[in-house]
């Protein structure tokens, strides 16, 4: 399998190229060449376990990494997390379904890509004979997660850059409180599209990006989202058979790249009915599905910090593939985006996707509903995705988080502080953090300071 640019100007290259470069040289976003039908593989992969699952979908396009290596990446990966199926699927009401992502090390979805994605990294370590430097921006829960996915692995170092003051004080502290040398947490001044600008211009700066050798940990990369479309086939073989063809995913989303993990999955021939995009007050994707106009908008912090986005890098891969492949349409888009803020489609196919967006006010009652009507506790992100919510169909919800991440706003909304031990046990460790404004050349120079 190779991999091409969603903006056509770079040759096609092999997986473990795309894991380590994460962003195209030409700006764009990486793609499979071609997407694989697994349609007529379905029956046999039902009952498989989660890692087994996971090297069957992975196989196909980690196609220059040997079966047996992968095997020992993909188990080496879920071992750290606290539920045999890594990925539980709940039946709370018999036609809503709740697949829990928040078993792993972070208590977030995010893991459950991160952890193998950092094992990807370590093996490009060993295999080239050279470092590498990881970066990333955060709203949230990915910076925990990819700096958990590389604790310990030889020959990383991560750079992660987070809104200061516009995260949980719990997920700061997963990132900031590790002790680990070769984790550098940047609390930046401004929003997460702040930081994820300066992310992007410090790889479009070519020579830096190859000096350093660095590599994106967000969605961006696309080893994150193809180890995501396998939850999205475990819940759909996991469900009632009556179910399978009508169950609407809702999936909480601010980069996009969690629900088109689900998309892409769906046009590899798995027949999932649709899905609902669930945003928070920052509804640029909401907009987008309902007026088929994508416009760029101020971020508003809100109790859901993971979705205040407003530039949703992964909509490329969407656009890309939605429009035939063709990658003079995506740079003509992406273009008047960057210089106008905007794009209005004409005829906009919004496919299979419908979508809805929650406000705070909100959140603490559907918090609260929730819990009286099914007697289950839901973090903010994931309460976005009750908004609406048909209970006279099959549906079925991706939780992101787990609630102990978020005990003030579930303290407020049902009287309860929800704990958990890993989380009580940053409590009283020291932050170790770097505050740093906004700027590319800022972050460079420290970067430069500190890489290996």
Known sequence: ?????????????????????????????LVPEELPDLGAELPALRGLAYPELCLRFMRRFA?????????????????????PEIAPLLDISGEIHVLELFHGPTLAFKDIALQLLGRLYARQCLVRGETIIVLGATSGDTGAAAIHGLLGQPGAAIFILYPDGRVSPLQERQMACTGAANVHVLAVDGSFDAAQAVVKELFG?????????????????????????VYYLHAWLALPTSHRREAEFAVPTGNFGNVLAGWMLQKMGVPIHGFRVATNQNDILHRLFTSGEYRLGPVRPSLAPSMDIQVASNFERFLYYSLGRDADRVRGVMRELREKGAYRFKDFDRDTFTSSSCDDAEIPGIIRQVHRAYGYVVDPHTACAFK????????????????AKFPDVIRAAIGIEPRHPSLEALKSLPLVRHKIVADAGAIRAFIEARAV
């Open 63 to 83: 196609t220059d990494i040997p079966e047996a290596e992968l095997r020992g990446l993909v188990e080496r990966a879920y071992s750290s997390f606290d539920r």
């Open 1 to 29: 399998m190779r991999y091409v640019s969603t903006r056509g100007g770079t040759p096609p290259i092999g997986f473990g190229e795309a894991v380590a470069a994460g962003l195209a040289a030409d700006g764009g976003l």
């Open 205 to 229: 700066d070519a020579a830096f990006a190859s000096r350093h050798r660095l590599s994106a940990v967000n969605s961006i990369n696309i080893a994150r989202v193809l180890a995501q479309c």
């Open 388 to 403: 609406g919510m048909d209970e006279s169909r099959p549906s079925v919800v991706l939780a992101t988080a787990n609630p």
